[in-house]
T-cell receptor
Framework: EPEVTQTPSHQVTQMGQEVILRCVPI?????FYWYRQILGQKVEFLVS????????KSEIFDDQFSVERPDGSNFTLKIRSTKLEDSAMYFC????????????FGEGSRLTVL | AQTVTQSQPEMSVQEAETVTLSCTYD???????LFWYKQPPSRQMILVIR??????QNATENRFSVNFQKAAKSFSLKISDSQLGDTAMYFC???????????FGKGTRLHILP
């Protein structure tokens, strides 16, 4: 069964450092998402990506965040200068089309900022 | 803006009992999708069941079924014959296929007790 894969599964970093979280969406999917879940809290939308550009982003997705799909396969989330409050689980997700409904999630990348 | 509300932060039931998790949402759209996702302690988000708003028939997947009341904007999840493996966080989610954002409720933590 196709799946979304994410690396690393856990990253620990110092405040102010740059972090890149990587995702490989399902190959025939067209829409890609990043979500964040702070421990014990709800899943929050960060950004959606379609046709090699950002489709929509939330208030959380400020200038410290960026996404790109450098090689047509990987979908990355970069945090330029991490803050303590960036500590969370980051989930990548993909969907074939917005009229098909099912969103496939990766297993998540846990980011701990010290 | 669309919102999703899960009013039960935490629930506990005995194994083999039936449990219902509530979810309400707010939207002015007529066509949309609703989902229930399960997040076990292993952390991956797993799709439990989905419902297209244009379908009147309630979706069913084995022991999982929904009670979709479109007029009331209610989308509850019923788990029959609950099992220990059903212990997880359950998130209700809403998707407008014309937009790129998928909105999640705050989640209900479900404990199945032996």
């Amino acid at each position: 069964e196709p799946e979304v894969t994410q690396t690393p599964s856990h990253q620990v970093t110092q405040m102010g450092q740059e972090v890149i979280l990587r995702c490989v969406p399902i190959s025939n999917h067209l829409y890609f998402y990043w979500y964040r879940q702070i421990l014990g809290q709800k899943v929050e939308f960060l950004v959606s990506f379609y046709n090699n550009e950002i489709s929509e982003k939330s208030e959380i997705f400020d200038d410290q965040f960026s996404v790109e799909r450098p090689d047509g396969s990987n979908f990355t989330l970069k945090i330029r200068s991490t803050k303590l409050e960036d500590s969370a689980m980051y989930f990548c997700a993909s969907i074939r089309g917005t009229n098909t409904g099912e969103l496939f999630f990766g297993e998540g990348s846990r980011l701990t900022v010290l | 803006a669309q919102t999703v509300t899960q009013s039960q932060p935490e629930m506990s039931v005995q194994e083999a009992e039936t449990v219902t998790l509530s979810c309400t949402y707010d939207t002015s759209e007529n066509n949309y999708y609703l989902f229930w996702y399960k997040q076990p302690p292993s952390r991956q988000m797993i799709l439990v069941i989905r419902q297209e708003a244009y379908k009147q028939q309630n979706a069913t997947e084995n022991r999982f079924s929904v009670n979709f009341q479109k007029a009331a904007k209610s989308f509850s999840l019923k788990i029959s014959d609950s099992q220990l493996g059903d212990t997880a966080m359950y998130f209700c989610a809403f998707m407008n296929p014309r937009e790129f954002e998928i909105i999640f409720g705050k989640g209900t933590r479900l404990h199945i007790l032996p």
